[in-house]
Nanobody, 118 residues
Framework: VQLQASGGGLVQAGGSLRLSCAAS????????LGWFRQAPGKEREFLAD???????SYADSVKGRFTISRDNAKNTVNLQMNSVTPEDTAVYYC?????????????WGQGTLVTVSS
């Protein structure tokens, strides 16, 4: 599975941004798909994921502001980011894995940079 993230850029605080991640190589309709981010000098942070049934989970830091969704027909996963703050500045990564709680994320996109200005 190859993942290609896109949609990053510069956004003002309080604004919105939509990230997309396109999968290729095989269908990911039965995979769990997730979004992570890594800010400068910090460890990679889990943000949200969505299972093949559509069930979602979110980190407390983004709950209520970010929304993850998937389009199995297009083999994509999206992250709608609202009410962003400068603390959301990071490289954002999409990832995919077998839909199991214990399985690690095996496939990673290259990352897309999001910069939030104050």
């Amino acid at each position: 599975v190859q993942l290609q993230a896109s949609g990053g850029g510069l956004v003002q605080a309080g604004g919105s941004l939509r990230l997309s991640c396109a999968a290729s190589g095989r269908t990911v309709s039965r995979y769990r798909l997730g979004w992570f981010r890594q800010a400068p000098g910090k460890e990679r942070e889990f943000l949200a994921d969505i299972g093949w049934t559509g069930r979602t989970s979110y980190a407390d830091s983004v709950k209520g502001r970010f929304t993850i969704s998937r389009d199995n027909a297009k083999n994509t996963v999206n992250l709608q980011m609202n009410s962003v703050t400068p603390e959301d500045t990071a490289v954002y990564y999409c990832a995919a894995k077998v839909d199991s709680a214990v399985a690690p994320y095996d496939y990673w996109g290259q990352g897309t940079l999001v910069t939030v200005s104050s």
